[in-house]
């Protein structure tokens, strides 16, 4: 019986790693087409694929350069918009996930429904309405119109709800009233700390999410300097008649390295600290 | 608790109040740009500080061109200072953030409005301000007609152009002397002249090629030209007008489906680029050839020049082409320039739109390449290095037209078609283009004729599903239109 | 309930109150006015508009594309998510499996996510590229002879429908492995322990432990990938003609949203119509999936 369980767990492991490789296979591939067409020209892109990188990379950032396009600084807005964002959605979010999942009000279960309802609806089409709104309020062409609204990012709140319930320890929280901690206090020092994989994993989403939004930023900001770095990669779709795919790609791999990384560095707080044992038995 | 709900109430009431100033649907007079509704700050856009120095234009583009007339234009007037904001239109970023922005106190001054969507705007009545007090110059400088066609709805001119972007038939030169013997382009123009010798010379070319040579990359290289010589628009009287150069035109398609006379080479794909080249194969590898290409004036420079050397370098075409007018006068393309109704800053802005689409030195600078990016930093140090403009661009005035038309004899573009003037090819077409049938939904409609007539073509469905798929389109989105 | 218990319980407001101002600020208007403009005839091109009531709503039900919208939206998203969270649960069930003990698994995570990273514009324009006639594909499939001569593939239905499902699916699947394994690790390893130390097999241990526990996760994944399907745009837009084509096998609703608005006169009003109704299904939808999925025996603390 033994012998049969290794066996079983080796042969299992081959199989996995075989659907595993498949799979990665599947994933990349496009991706490496991708990459392949940053390093080549427009013409060779506009006849073609390639599946061997070319040697055309330098051109194309050279025409990146050429049109003016501040890449430090759109890479610098980018990174605070998608921070801010972040910090912003995650925090808030948790926080009234908290207050949704902890505390039984009056009211609660029609809020927990309405939360729910407001992440099914569709935003597109309020885009102009909001953007005339922002525009009385003042607040176009600036970031605010952007980080504000995530303050109220049902979607996350969703999120962080379904994640509290499946998590959230009622004796722990006894616990810390017992020894005299407020309520705002236990949030911050004891279930947040525990809450980081929920957390991580929701600011990894929002930091995506804004890094690689620029349809609504086009339309809140106008002035130059603000842009971020996939506006400014978008504005190279400008020439209509002669758009450099080249330099498109290679501003496109820019624009995803950045967040590859933050996801790598990040990643490992996604498995959870309760394997630390927190709960004392 | 009390104060909690209390001060909720409060802020609900004045969300609400906030939201009933801006319901676009609930307002009669369009919130003109100076108007501030009384409770919110202003940061008025347009506005430039009263007392300093300079009035500022705001400029909205899709693409960096006009960008280059801009800094032109503050190179002549010192006091002015034109902010150019580019907003690309690829996923419709640009008409929507025009769409939310016209209105509130963020509106531009001056707006560039592609072709496909131009006459919407120009057909609006809220949108574009009348700058009908520019004819006389236009005229003057001969604008032609179908640009001022275009920009002028019910008898008020609202957009003008510096281009003209008439569609010319550019034919490869070794394979005309092939299967015709000659490759004059006066000789081929008499081939070519009306469809049914178009048609006649496709099935030569098939014949004499054994089926290796296409005569178009694909029918929808050939459906501007036959949309474009219709004698009905598209919409009359709110109803839907279905011309019989439109039934010819899909006949067209099918037979030269049938017969094999296109390569099925969409534009803008692959194989399409392929046969500009002559690297264009078939899938199993056979080499195959397109006779010729239906492409406009800025298709010459930017479409037809790049890729008539294949990426490998192994193929190039260059020199190998011919211009003629083809077997219908067209158009396709171009960029307007309109001034935003409510505008505190309209006389600035017609000054700008006569400077760029009117005043002749401008045009002739232009034209002929004298905007190189050392002479537009002489004026501003501070735009990018790429910022110029090469020569070659067919402008909307006749009068510099024939100024120039000499100076390109020598030029890349004309060894590019054997030593033939492209401009001149271009000035032969333009006057006869016809732009009075163009209406804002023509390119919604067009567009949905698309997907019907390539399962029509691929044998998928009879001609009556055809129209019976494209009527049921048009339903949706034209829900006041009248379909029969 | 003691007096403190209810004092306490009234921190909830204070925790919900910055999400609710923002709300009213924000969020609140766009809402309000896109259900407005659903009962009016406005366009974007003309500043008139008119109250219509019901109108827009009744000529969406009469037409067909409606219909067309909603079957092609349900059908692509059912298509997509059922594999993708089948798949994304087998792979976080063996990373999460200590007696398998897979290594590398940030490694194979971060590679599946990836495509979740990418602009949509980008992956439809390349899978565009390689399904056009004279692309890379039809040279494959017809050199090595699985088809006699070069298809349109692009221009097949149902072909079309596959590869939006695909392309969803690859952009998707990484995410959802994310989220299973952020709820898979939070559950505690003790209580696998006990199970096990009480002779639980691993397929009791997951539907006895890990299921129940990962249900809220679960009803998260269904929710947002049906709200997410429900309003598909980018790519079924970006791959054809931004009309659904071929034959409108994917058209999705916000396609049609968008036609409305975007056509010339951009009939703002109708397509709100639409944004309203999608609305109304996805809640209504999302509403029985937390019906049938609720805990019987939830108890309040």
Known sequence: ?281 | ?484 | MNLANLKRNYYGYLFLAPFVIAFLIFGLYPIYNTVALSFTDTTIMSKTSHFVGFKNFERLFADDIFMTAVKNTWLIWILNFIPQLGIAMLLSIWFTNSRLNIKGVGIWRTIFYLPNLLVPAAVAALFFSLFSYYGPVNQFVVRAGFIPEALQFLQDATIVRVLVVFIQWWMWFGQTIIILMAGMTSIPIPLYEAAMVDGATSSQMFNRITLPLLKPILIYVFVTSLVGGMQMFDIPYLLTDGRGSPRSSILTNNILMYLKFSSSKGHIGAASSVGVLIFVMTSLCALAIFYFLRDRDQQSQ
């Not at chain 1, 067409?37 to 055309?56: E, L």
């Not at chain 1, 900001?221 to 020439?239: A, C, F, H, N, W």
């Not at chain 1, 950045?258 to 498995?271: M, Q």
């Not at chain 2, 008499?190 to 290796?212: M, Q, R, Y």
């Open chain 2, 1 to 484: 608790m009390k104060r909690l709900s209390y001060i909720l109430s409060v802020l609900v009431a004045l969300s609400m109040l906030l939201a009933a100033c801006g319901t676009p649907a609930v307002n009669e007079a369009p919130a003109a740009a100076t108007d501030a509704p009384a409770m919110t700050e202003v940061p008025a856009a347009t506005d430039a500080p009263a007392s300093t120095e300079k009035t500022v234009l705001n400029v909205w583009s899709f693409t960096n061109e006009i960008n280059t007339m801009t800094v032109a234009f503050e190179g002549k007037h010192p006091d002015v200072d034109v902010k150019y904001t580019l907003i690309p239109m690829t996923n419709g970023e640009y008409q929507t953030k025009l769409k939310a922005a016209l209105g509130t106190a963020d509106a531009p001054d001056v707006i560039a409005l592609e072709a496909a969507f131009v006459k919407e705007y120009v057909e609006s009545d809220d949108i574009l301000a009348d700058i009908s007090d520019l004819i006389p110059a236009a005229e003057a400088a001969k604008t032609y007609p179908s640009v001022l066609g275009v920009g002028t709805n019910n008898g008020v001119l609202k957009a003008l152009s510096y281009q003209a972007t008439p569609g010319a038939l550019f034919y490869r030169r070794s394979l005309a002397k092939e299967y015709f013997g000659t490759d004059d382009p006066a000789e081929i123009q008499a081939l070519l002249a009306d469809l049914d010798k178009f048609t006649a010379a496709a099935e030569v070319i098939k014949e004499k090629s054994g089926g290796n040579t296409y005569m178009v990359g694909s029918s929808g290289d050939f459906q501007n030209p036959f949309f474009s010589n219709r004698a009905q628009p598209w919409i009359v009287d709110e109803t839907l007008v279905v011309d019989p150069m439109v039934e010819k035109y899909i006949e067209t398609a099918k037979l030269f489906r049938d017969n094999g006379y296109e390569a099925q080479a969409s534009q803008w794909g692959e194989g399409w680029f392929a046969g500009m080249n002559d690297s264009l194969v078939d899938a199993e590898g056979a080499p195959k050839q397109v006779f010729s290409y239906f492409l406009p004036t800025w298709g010459l420079p930017y479409v037809l020049a790049p890729n008539a050397k294949s990426a490998d370098g192994a193929h190039d075409t260059s020199g190998d082409w011919g211009v003629i007018t083809g077997p219908l006068p067209y158009q396709w393309g171009g960029t307007w320039m309109g001034a935003v109704q409510g505008t505190p800053n309209l006389e600035l802005a017609k000054e700008f739109i006569t400077f760029a689409t009117i005043d002749e030195e401008n045009l002739t600078n232009w034209a002929t390449g004298v905007y190189t990016n050392e002479f537009l930093k002489a004026i501003d140090p501070s735009i990018p290095d790429d910022q110029k403009q090469a020569a070659g661009d067919f402008v909307s005035s006749q009068v510099v037209v024939e100024k120039i038309t000499a100076s390109f004899d020598d030029s890349d573009l004309s060894k590019f078609l054997g030593g033939q003037n492209s401009y001149g090819g271009f000035a032969a077409a333009a006057p006869s283009v016809n732009s009075e049938l163009m209406t804002g939904s023509d390119d919604a409609i067009q567009r949905a004729l698309n997907d019907p007539i390539a399962q029509y073509l691929n044998g998928e469905g009879t001609i009556d599903d055809l129209w019976a798929t494209w009527k049921d389109a048009l339903r949706v989105e034209f829900p006041d239109l009248t379909i029969n």
């Open chain 1, 1 to 281: 019986m033994f012998n049969n369980y290794k066996l079983n767990t080796y042969v299992m492991r081959a199989l996995i790693y075989l659907i595993l490789a498949i799979l990665v296979i599947i994933t990349i591939t496009p991706i490496w087409l991708l990459i392949v067409n940053a390093t080549r020209s427009t013409v060779q892109i506009q006849q073609g694929i390639a599946i061997i990188p070319s040697t055309h990379a330098l051109e194309n950032y050279n025409i990146l350069l050429g049109r003016g396009l501040n890449l430090i600084q759109g890479f610098t807005n980018s990174l605070f918009l998608a921070v801010a964002s972040t910090l912003v959605t995650v925090y808030f979010s948790m926080l009234t996930a908290y207050g949704l999942v902890v505390y039984h009000f009056k009211g609660r279960v029609a809020f927990n429904n309405f939360i729910v309802v407001l992440v099914m609806i569709p935003t597109q089409l309020s885009i102009i309405g909001f953007y005339q709104y922002m525009s009385k309020l003042g607040l176009t062409d600036n970031y605010a119109a952007l980080i504000l609204p995530l303050i109220a990012n049902a979607s996350a709140v969703f999120f962080g709800r379904q994640y509290f319930e499946s998590m959230v320890m009622y004796d722990l929280i006894d616990a810390a009233r017992i020894d005299g901690a407020s309520e705002l206090g236990i949030f911050h020092k004891i279930m947040m700390p525990l809450a980081v994989p929920g957390a991580v994993t929701m600011g990894i989403f929002a930091f995506v999410s804004s890094w690689n939004n620029f349809f609504t930023p086009f339309i809140m900001i106008s002035s130059k300097e603000k842009y971020t770095l996939p506006m400014l990669v978008q504005t190279l779709r400008g020439d209509v008649y002669r758009t450099e795919y080249g330099s498109i790609y290679l501003g496109l791999a820019f624009t995803v390295v950045p967040i590859i990384i933050i996801y790598a560095i990040f990643s490992r707080y996604i498995v959870s600290g309760i394997a630390l044992g927190a709960v004392k038995e």
